[in-house]
């Protein structure tokens, strides 16, 4: 079982709708949750990072982290042309091993 | 500016030759990972250390070797025992996590693009 898993899409939503990204991990000792975007040919790039149950906001981004279930989410409001690329989410592990989705490829059409 | 910094950006390797990826860092990090990326797909893990001269192997390590001499440095070599080495090489380094450090979160460097020919 790999230890995160996402849908890796592509997913396609119409500019201004909201995009919803989610995220599967097997480790219940994980720590610490983030989801990166990475424009094709380029690094990842930090968007949002979680580490308690709940919500987190940070303008159009929102995290949801739910430890029960082992679920984490992104979702994207007013989704802009420039937000198309591939997300990522990364696990950090017991042992400080950092693992990464296969990433999902969202598509905002104008 | 604080950064790490990966050599070269385009590498060509031969059939049969080792060849070493350099990425370095000035961010004070202790632990620092190799990931692999092949077009469409997410980030692999190669290697990854977490203190100088210690390192642990990630899940697809086989035909790749590190050494981690100095906390900044830590270099890749792709041997000739990887057969299809031809992917996208991404080095990562982050700081721990604990109260009063701040967002772990992992920098990457820009990357370097093998291809064998």
């Known amino acids: 079982q790999k230890e995160v898993e996402q849908n890796s899409g592509p997913l396609s939503v119409p500019e201004g709708a909201i995009a919803s990204l989610n995220c599967t991990y097997s480790?219940?000792?994980?720590?610490?949750f983030f989801w990166y975007r990475q424009y094709s040919g380029k690094s990842p790039e930090l968007i949002m990072f979680i580490y308690s149950n709940g919500d987190k906001e940070d303008g159009r981004f929102t995290a949801q982290l739910n430890k029960a279930s082992q679920y984490v989410s992104l979702l994207i409001r007013d989704s802009q042309p420039s937000d198309s690329a591939t997300y990522l989410c990364?696990?950090?592990?017991?042992?400080?091993?950092?693992?990464f989705g296969t990433g999902t490829s969202l598509t905002v059409i104008p | 500016d604080g950064g790490i910094t990966q050599s070269p950006k385009y590498l060509f390797r031969k059939e049969g030759q080792n060849v070493t990826l350099s990425c370095e860092q000035n961010l004070n990090h202790d632990a620092m990972y190799w990931y692999r990326q092949d077009p469409g797909q997410g980030l692999r893990l190669i290697y990854y250390s977490q203190i100088v001269n210690d390192f642990q192997k990630g899940d697809i390590a086989e035909g790749y070797s590190v050494s981690r001499e100095k906390k900044e440095s830590f270099p890749l070599t792709v041997t000739s025992a990887q057969k299809n080495p031809t992917a996208f090489y991404l080095c990562?380094?982050?700081?721990?996590?604990?109260?009063?450090?701040?967002?772990?979160?992992?920098?990457f460097g820009q990357g370097t693009r093998l291809t064998v020919v």
């Open positions: 990562a380094s982050k700081k721990r996590q604990g109260p009063g450090r701040g967002v772990p979160e992992a920098f």
């Open positions: 480790d219940r000792g994980s720590q610490s």
């Open positions: 990364a696990v950090n592990v017991p042992g400080n091993q950092f693992y």
